[in-house]
């Protein structure tokens, strides 16, 4: 197994600037501890690299993203630059020229962090998200700026080798966990590219006789999600659908500062990239109170995707206990800074003893 390994490291905007070195404290002290070699290479990409040089990132940026073996971000936008020039300057084709085409958001209850719902039941589901096609394409076009018959035509493209790979890798680990697949459709309202995608899901799933799959209109399953949320275990969804799940599923959780995600190319030809789910926060940017733990939960499934399952549980387990001995960040009803939070986690990280085996 290999121990060294190269990491593009972009902290981007607002918060981003705050946790991200958090977290790279973090792992870097467990790295230690299972004899890791984790070298970064820290790129000042973002909105501040923006306006000096009227772009996100370097003309070679992707190429130079490449040659990593995985990519840790913070989060990018800025209220002084249109939404969409960030996304679309960065992220989107960081997903698209790595082939990330699944977008991974573990969903889970932790002790520490209070959920809004009145049941205690636990929540602990996986979000299996389309990331490169779907809803989000680059399809479509305006006519008649400013006229009465002013129109914008926007395409989803669903294609079978998309869905296909989408609904293997959630199929995959449905049948890791307990067996239940939920793909999130609508078929009744969008009459071509929903049954298409219903269809391949579930010729799919054929392959897989030990994963029970059930297709929810997506309507019915956001009040699922409220309602019941501890029945799920892996969603499957399209890239909006998928989107608009992980934010509502962070929400019942508890707060949007503890979710991580992760952006993979399965077969590893190309870098995956881990980053929470939160955005830049610019409401508390600068202030030392954003919470770290989406992105150091980020750090540990980087670590894992990187072959280092135990050292991804050690941190894991590091950051849980702090929570639940009442550590946390404002926005989980705790009273800590980002900075007090994360001294607590490599307090944890320091005192418990290596993990062998799994
Ligand atoms: P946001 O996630 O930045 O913030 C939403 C709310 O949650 C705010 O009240 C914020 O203070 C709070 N919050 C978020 N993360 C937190 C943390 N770690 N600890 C404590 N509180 C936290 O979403 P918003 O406000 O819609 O977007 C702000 C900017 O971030 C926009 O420019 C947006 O485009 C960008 N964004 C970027 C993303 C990315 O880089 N992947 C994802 C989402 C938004
Ligand atoms: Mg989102």
């Known amino acids: 197994m290999r121990r060294s390994h190269s990491i593009a490291v972009i902290a981007g905007d607002g918060i981003g600037q705050e946790v991200v070195p958090a977290a790279v ?7 230690g501890i299972y004899g890791l070699n984790l070298e970064y ?14 772009r996100m990132m370097p003309e070679d940026g992707l190429e130079r993203l490449g040659r990593h073996e995985a990519i840790f971000l913070g989060a990018v936008g800025s209220p002084e630059i249109p939404d969409a020039e960030t996304l679309w300057g960065l992220l989107i084709p960081i997903r ?8 991974l958001r573990p969903v889970k209850t932790l ?6 719902l009145a049941s205690q039941e636990p929540i602990d589901l996986l979000i299996v998200r389309e990331n490169n096609e779907g809803e989000y394409s680059e399809i479509g076009g305006r006519m008649f700026r400013g006229q009465p018959q002013e129109s914008a035509v926007q395409e989803t493209v669903f294609t079978r080798m998309g869905v296909t790979r989408a609904a293997h890798y959630a199929a995959r680990l449905a049948g890791s966990r307990r067996g239940k697949l939920t793909s999130a459709t609508k078929s009744n309202g969008i009459i071509h590219t929903m049954p298409f995608w219903d269809e391949v899901v579930a010729q799919t799933l054929q392959e897989y006789p030990g994963v029970t799959l059930s297709s929810e209109l997506i309507d019915a399953l956001a009040a699922h ?3 019941r949320p501890w029945t799920f275990d892996v969603i499957v969804a399209s890239n909006l659908f998928g989107d608009i799940l992980s934010d ?21 030809r190309f870098p995956s990239l881990f980053e929470p789910v939160h955005g830049s926060a610019p409401d508390i940017a600068g202030k030392g109170v954003a919470n770290p733990v989406g992105q150091i939960w980020s750090g540990a499934m980087l670590l894992e995707h990187l072959g280092h399952g135990d050292a991804a549980r050690h941190l894991q387990l590091a950051f849980e206990a702090a929570l639940r001995d009442g550590a946390g960040t404002r926005d989980v009803g705790g009273t800590s800074s980002t900075e007090e ?5 490599l307090r944890r990280i320091q005192a418990s003893p290596a993990r062998s085996g799994r």
């Open 41 to 54: 290479e820290h790129l000042d990409w973002g909105s501040d690299y923006y306006l000096r040089h009227g």
């Open 25 to 31: 404290e973090c792992l870097d002290l467990v790295a």
């Open 248 to 268: 509502l599923g962070s929400a019942v959780t508890g707060s949007i500062g503890v979710a991580p995600s992760a952006n993979l190319n399965p077969e590893r």
């Open 96 to 103: 698209r020229e790595f082939q990330q085409y699944i977008n």
């Open 341 to 345: 939070f994360t001294r607590e986690v």
């Open 111 to 116: 002790d520490g962090v209070a959920s809004p």
């Open 225 to 227: 999600l409220v309602l």
